[in-house]
């Protein structure tokens, strides 16, 4: 992307960046297959995320977002996990705002 771009622009670039950086080495690029999601869930996401180190836990949010049962994460079922981690920080902040005077 070009240089310059305003906060939110480099948000996503880096989220879509982190997605290629786990998605297969082998042959295609577009797919994570469950080891790789579990590294990423791991490395990337242990602070919002409960039971990254649990083998059986990611498996089961793998279940959950792989819609077409492919048994690998697509980019948009990766924008999903995205797109509800979200929701919940949003959720805390909006009750901070709240609790404030």
Known sequence: MASGCSELESAIEVLVRNFYVYAEKK???DKM???EFR???TQELQHVLT???NK???NKLIQSL???EDGKISFDEYWTLIG???KKLSMQM???CQERP
């Open 27 to 29: 042959g295609k690029q």
């Open 33 to 35: 297959n469950k080891k």
């Open 39 to 41: 590294k990423m869930v």
């Open 51 to 53: 039971n990254t180190q």
């Open 56 to 58: 059986e836990a990611a």
């Open 66 to 68: 792989d819609t077409d």
């Open 84 to 86: 509800e981690i979200a």
């Open 94 to 96: 909006a009750m901070q």
